[in-house]
T-cell receptor, first 117, second 116 residues
Framework: AQKVTQAQTEISVVEKEDVTLDCVYE???????LFWYKQPPSGELVFLIRRNSFDEQNEISGRYSWNFQKSTSSFNFTITASQVVDSAVYFCALSEASNTNAGKSTFGDGTTLTVKP | DVKVTQSSRYLVKRTGEKVFLECVQDMDHENMFWYRQDPGLGLRLIYFSYDVKMKEKGDIPEGYSVSREKKERFSLILESASTNQTSMYLC???????????????FGDGTRLSIL
């Protein structure tokens, strides 16, 4: 069975600090996809990034970067020089390609990030 | 842009009432989902549907039912609302199973439901 663990329930930082959100996953599939979503106070989850299991290349998008390591089954998310607008709940999710009801994802419990001015 | 619209942002109902939460998507997606979100419990899948009139139970289906009469609309029904169903409800959609695993889900704004 697939499982996603976000061990950090809440993180609080001061603006301009760097912060890393951890995500550890479990799956028996060799082909799978990992996602990060952001949920601001308004409520709607917004897709941030997708990674497939064959692509371990790290990715950077502005102040955001993602570190995917199959050896440790982790897909961590780092925000550099955090800003107050980064305050949100962040979810990591896993989707298995072999699941015939593909598109169904397993979500972690989320990490609430608070960035203080 | 994909738009997933939930009929209400806030809803207050009484115990024992039959409650309908509506969700509409405009991207012709095959898959649709209903989640509830509670503090410390993340997103829990209630039901999902991969086609019109098709439905599958998620992790916590008890006390809920769903209806998908048209592809764009997925309704969540609380047959007899109880106070432990007070929660944030999120609807999502994505493309069909042949492509769905690698596509993100698109979410609505959520409905904050209070059962008194």
């Amino acid at each position: 069975a697939q499982k996603v663990t976000q061990a950090q329930t809440e993180i609080s930082v001061v603006e301009k600090e760097d912060v890393t959100l951890d995500c550890v996953y479990e799956t028996r599939d060799t082909t799978y996809y990992l996602f990060w979503y952001k949920q601001p106070p308004s409520g709607e989850l917004v897709f941030l990034i997708r990674r497939n299991s064959f692509d371990e290349q790290n990715e950077i998008s502005g102040r955001y970067s993602w570190n995917f390591q199959k050896s440790t089954s982790s897909f961590n998310f780092t925000i550099t020089a955090s800003q107050v607008v980064d305050s949100a709940v962040y979810f990591c999710a896993l989707s298995e390609a072999s699941n015939t009801n593909a598109g169904k994802s397993t979500f972690g419990d989320g990490t609430t990030l608070t960035v203080k001015p | 842009d994909v738009k997933v619209t939930q009929s209400s942002r806030y809803l207050v109902k009484r115990t024992g009432e039959k409650v309908f939460l509506e969700c509409v998507q405009d991207m012709d997606h095959e898959n649709m989902f209903w989640y509830r979100q509670d503090p410390g419990l993340g997103l829990r899948l209630i039901y999902f549907s991969y086609d019109v009139k098709m439905k599958e139970k998620g992790d916590i289906p008890e006390g809920y039912s769903v209806s998908r009469e048209k592809k764009e609309r997925f309704s969540l029904i609380l047959e007899s609302a109880s106070t432990n169903q007070t929660s944030m409800y999120l609807c999502a959609s994505t493309v069909g199973w042949s492509l769905g695993a690698n596509q993100p889900q698109h979410f609505g704004d959520g409905t904050r439901l209070s059962i008194l």
